[in-house]
C-alpha cells in the first residue's frame, strides 16, 4: 500500500511538471485577495496544492493568483483522487472532492452450506456467497446454521484483492433421556409434549432447556437443563407425593400469616405440603384487627383463603394555620401542612403531637386516638417578630424588620416593630438583604 502511494505521488509531481512547461502556462499573475474553499467528502482528507501538503480537509486557498492548480486528496480506505482546478474571474468559491471508497471482494463457504451470513449484525445471505461491495475495514463475521454452533470470525479487508472467509459449523444437537420414579410421567421439554417417562428426546439443540415431568397424585418437576455438547444427556426424576396447597390473601396485603402456630410469611402466600385435616390460621397485620380462621383440607384438595382486614386504627385530623408548618407526633417527623386538613392513620393510644414553624411559636398537645374514630383539632401558630431583613432606601435610610409580603410591582410592606407596617415603592428600595445571625 505504502509503495502503490509513493507511486501515485511521483506520477502527480510529473504532471505538474509537465504542466508548467507546456505552452501557455505561464507563471500566474496576482489578483486582488479572494479565497477558495477546498472540502472532501468525507471530510478529514490529506490535501496536497501543486504538489505541496497543505493539511486535512476543510482547506482554504487564500488570495490564489489566476492559472491552473492541481489539487489532490488522499484518505485511507479510499482511492486518491487528483483534480485540476482552473481560477479565475468565474471561479466557484468552493470546491467538494467526493473520495470513492475502496471496495473488497469476497467469498463466504461454511460446511455444510447454507448458513446465514452477518456482518457486524446486519444479514448479508446465506453460503455461499459472494459480496463485491465490502467498503475496506474490520467486519465481525457472524455464521448461523440451525442444528449448528454460531460461529464468529473477523474479517479485515484492505484493498480489492479477493478473499476467501470459510467457516466449518458444528453441530449442535444432543438427545436427553429421561426416566422417572414412578414411570409413566408426561415429559413436557420447552413447553412442547414429548411423550411418557422412560422417553427419549432428540435433536435436542445444545443449550438451556425447560424440563418438566407430571403425573397425576404427584408433585410436578420442573427444572432447567444445560446442553453443553452432543450426546445422549441423561435425567432421572424422583416425583413427590402431590400435598395440598393453601393460597392466603388479604386485603390490604402483607399481613403476616400463621398456620397452626407456625408463621409462614406475609400475604399472599402459597402454604404448600398440608396433609388433610384442619388447620388454624391467623392473619394479623399492624394497625388492623387480628383473623383467625378454621380452614378444612380434604382429600389434598387446594384450599383458597381471603380476608378483608379491619381498621384497628384512628384518624389524627389538624386544621393548622397557617400552612407549611412540620407536624412531629410521638418525636417522628410526620410531614408539612398544606391547604386542606393534615390527617394521619395511628394505632389507638395517646400522642405528644408538636407543630412548628420558623418565625411563629410551636405549639404541642396531647391528642387521644380511639380506633375507627377521628379526633380533630384545629392549631393557630402565632407569629413572632423577628427583624430578618435589611433595606437600603435610596435617600439613604436604613430601615430593619420583617418582610410582610412583596406585589408583583415591587412595592414592599415591612413590619420593622411589632404593630407597625411601612410601605416602601421599587423606585424607593435601593437594595433588600437579609440580616445575618
Given amino acids: 500500500m505504502k509503495a502503490l502511494s509513493s507511486s501515485i505521488v511521483a506520477a502527480r509531481m510529473t504532471a505538474i511538471i509537465l504542466c ?9 499573475k496576482p489578483v486582488g485577495p479572494q479565497e477558495i474553499r477546498i472540502e472532501s467528502e468525507p471530510a478529514g482528507a490529506t490535501l496536497s496544492v501543486n504538489g505541496r501538503d497543505v493539511g486535512k480537509s476543510p482547506y482554504t486557498l487564500k488570495q490564489p493568483a489566476f492559472g491552473r492548480y492541481l489539487v489532490q486528496a488522499t484518505m485511507d480506505g479510499f482511492l486518491p483522487l487528483d483534480q485540476m482546478l482552473e481560477v479565475g474571474e468565474q471561479t466557484s468559491p468552493d470546491l467538494t472532492l467526493k473520495l470513492k471508497r475502496i471496495q473488497g471482494l469476497v467469498l463466504f463457504e461454511t460446511q455444510p452450506t447454507g448458513a446465514e451470513v452477518s456482518l457486524n449484525g ?32 473477523e474479517l479485515v479487508i484492505t484493498d480489492r484483492t479477493p478473499k476467501l472467509c470459510p467457516m466449518n459449523m458444528k453441530s449442535n444437537l444432543a438427545t436427553v433421556h429421561v426416566e422417572s420414579k414412578p414411570a409413566g410421567a408426561a415429559v413436557i421439554l420447552d413447553g412442547i409434549h414429548k411423550g411418557q417417562t422412560p422417553c427419549n428426546v432428540e435433536n435436542v439443540i445444545i ?38 396447597v393453601l393460597d392466603v390473601t388479604s386485603t390490604p396485603a402483607e399481613a403476616k400469616v400463621t398456620v397452626n402456630d407456625k408463621f409462614k410469611g406475609p400475604t399472599p402466600i402459597s402454604v404448600a405440603g398440608l396433609r388433610d385435616g384442619k388447620y388454624t390460621v391467623v392473619i394479623e ?3 388492623y384487627e387480628k383473623v383467625t380462621k378454621i380452614v378444612e383440607i380434604k382429600k389434598s384438595e387446594d384450599a383458597k383463603l381471603d380476608v378483608a382486614l379491619e381498621k384497628a386504627t384512628g384518624t389524627l385530623a389538624l386544621n393548622i394555620t397557617p400552612q407549611g408548618a412540620m407536624v412531629v407526633v410521638a418525636s417522628e417527623q410526620k410531614g408539612v401542612s398544606g391547604d386542606g386538613p393534615f390527617t394521619l392513620e395511628l394505632l389507638p393510644g395517646t400522642y405528644k403531637v408538636e407543630v412548628s414553624k420558623a418565625q411563629h411559636r410551636p405549639y404541642s398537645f ?6 375507627r374514630k377521628t379526633t380533630s383539632r384545629d392549631v393557630s401558630l402565632q407569629r413572632v417578630f423577628v427583624k430578618d431583613t435589611i433595606i437600603q432606601l435610596k435617600d439613604g435610610r436604613v430601615k430593619r424588620g420583617m418582610i ?5 410591582d415591587g412595592k414592599a410592606r415591612v413590619e420593622t ?16 438583604s437579609p440580616i445575618k445571625p
Avoid: W
Avoid at 508548467?20 to 500566474?28: I, K, M, Q, V
Avoid at 446465506?126 to 475495514?137: A, I, Y
Avoid at 444445560?226 to 441423561?234: A, E, I, R, V
Fill in 207 to 244: 443449550g438451556n432447556h425447560s424440563l418438566k415431568v407430571i403425573k397425576d397424585g404427584f408433585k410436578e418437576y420442573s427444572d432447567e437443563i444445560k446442553l453443553s455438547q452432543t450426546g445422549t444427556f441423561p435425567v432421572t426424576v424422583s416425583l413427590e407425593e402431590q400435598l395440598a
Fill in 417 to 432: 416593630d411589632p404593630g407597625i407596617f411601612e410601605e416602601f415603592t421599587k423606585d424607593e428600595i435601593q437594595s433588600v
Fill in 404 to 408: 410582610i409580603f412583596t406585589d408583583p
Fill in 122 to 153: 446486519v444479514v448479508k445471505g446465506k453460503t455461499p456467497l459472494l459480496s463485491t461491495d465490502l467498503p475496506t475495514g474490520t467486519y465481525k463475521v457472524s455464521f448461523s446454521l440451525d442444528g449448528y454452533d454460531p460461529r464468529e470470525m
Fill in 20 to 28: 508548467l512547461s507546456l505552452a501557455g502556462c505561464e507563471p500566474p
Fill in 366 to 371: 396531647k391528642a387521644d386516638i380511639i380506633i
Fill in 285 to 287: 397485620k399492624p394497625g
